[in-house]
Structures are given as C-alpha cells and as structure tokens.
C-alpha cells in the first residue's frame, strides 16, 4: 500500500517549451505532496511543497513563475516546467507523507532539455 | 534550518563485511528518521523508519538506530553482498522531508 505514481519516468523536450510532471497517489489521499530535484551525483533538494486545494509553499530560491505546481484533488498533484531551459535538466521526483509509514516517494522523472 | 550529514560520502568493502553508514542532523526536533536506497538513475526505496520515540528498528541484514538527543543515527548493513551497492540517503522529517546527501556504497564480490 502506499503508492505513489509518477509519470513520465523520462522526458526529452526542447529548450523553451513547457514540460508537466504528475504524480498520483494511488491507494491513499494526500493532502500535502512534496516535490524535489537531484543533480547529479547529489542529494535531493526540496523545490516546493503542494498543498491540495491552496497554493504551494516554495524553497528560497526555487522560481514559482517557472515551476508550477497544481494540487487539486486528494490523489494528484503536478509539476509544470515552464519555458524548460538545458539547466533545468535534472531528476525531478515527488513525495508523501503516508503518516504511520513515513514518506512514499514517486519512481521520479528524468527531464532532458535540449 | 535542518541540515543533514552523511558520512562517509563513499564506501567500499569486500563482499562479506559489516558496515556502518552515518547520519547527523543539526535539529532534534523530528517526527521521524528514514532511510532510503537509491540505485543509479533510479527512484528511492524506504529501508527503515525510525519514529522519534524509537531507538531502533530491525529489515532482515539492515539494522538503524536513532539518537534523537544527540541527532545521530547508524544504518548498520551484516555480511555486505554486491546486490547491495546503491546510494544510501538519510532523512529526517517534521512539516518536511530533509536530506543528507547519501553514502557511495560499493560491495566487491
């Protein structure tokens, strides 16, 4: 139990058009799901998190005019990235808290700008 | 602000061995400790999770425990096999998840 999907597992796109990110949870409903992004060879960092039906909260330094993120139902939440430039290349991959279980984590997104 | 450390950055040993990653954080205030496989290229998978008002828990070779006063925990891996290198990553969670920046491990058969 406590799923997270995450799709797609991995995007090429062109350097300035948009790319969305979903993630869903499939057996529980999630209220808050977070959202990071790992460089290579680094940890994960925290971009923002998603509050369903509210507007999410963003790490210092994470553009919310370039990272969009949409939390309308209990089960999903998106993450668009607008106007994709090559640094924005980078592993992106979703969580939630499942609460007795600790934090589930989406199979993460591959994003490729070229 | 939570900040989390990993140490060593890399390991590698021969299959067979017993090993002890490390994890540090600077706020004692957690609702819980996790710790996280990462295969190249891939997502995470949860290994162990430690309530705040846990000292340790037990998944087959894996064994972690948390000092929450002194903001240690030790993810203990018995007699290492080469199935088990990945990047192990500790986390530490109160309203959010924080991470260290993970342990290089590498098993040599």
């Known amino acids: 139990g406590a799923v997270v999907s995450q799709h797609p597992s991995w995007v090429i796109c062109k350097s300035g058009t948009s790319v969305k990110i979903e993630c869903r949870s499939l057996?529980?409903?999630?209220?808050?799901m977070f959202w990071y992004r790992q460089f290579p060879k680094q940890s994960l960092m925290l971009m923002a998190t998603s509050n369903e039906g509210s507007k999410a909260t963003y790490e210092q330094g994470v553009e919310k005019d370039k990272f969009l993120i949409n939390h309308a139902s209990l089960t999903l939440s998106t993450l668009t990235v607008t106007s994709a430039h090559p640094e924005d290349s980078s592993f992106y991959i979703c969580?939630?808290?499942?609460?007795?279980?600790?934090?589930?984590f989406g199979s993460g997104t591959r994003l490729t700008v070229v | 602000k939570q900040e989390v450390t990993q140490i060593p950055a890399a390991l590698s040993v021969p299959e067979g061995e017993n090993l002890v990653l490390n994890c540090s954080f600077t706020?004692?205030?957690?609702?819980?400790l996790q710790w996280f496989r990462q295969d190249p290229g891939k997502g995470l998978t949860s290994l162990l999770l430690i309530q705040s008002s846990q000292r340790e828990q037990t998944s087959g070779r894996l064994n972690a425990s948390l000092d929450k006063s002194s903001g240690r925990s030790t993810l203990y891996i018995a007699a290492s096999q080469p199935g088990d290198s990945a990047t192990y990553l500790c986390?530490?969670?109160?309203?959010?998840?924080?991470f260290g920046a993970g342990t290089r491990l590498t098993v040599k058969p």
């Open positions: 057996d529980f409903q999630a209220t808050t």
């Open positions: 706020d004692s205030a957690i609702y819980n």
């Open positions: 986390a530490v969670s109160l309203r959010d998840m924080r």
């Open positions: 969580s939630a808290n499942t609460g007795s279980r600790g934090y589930t």
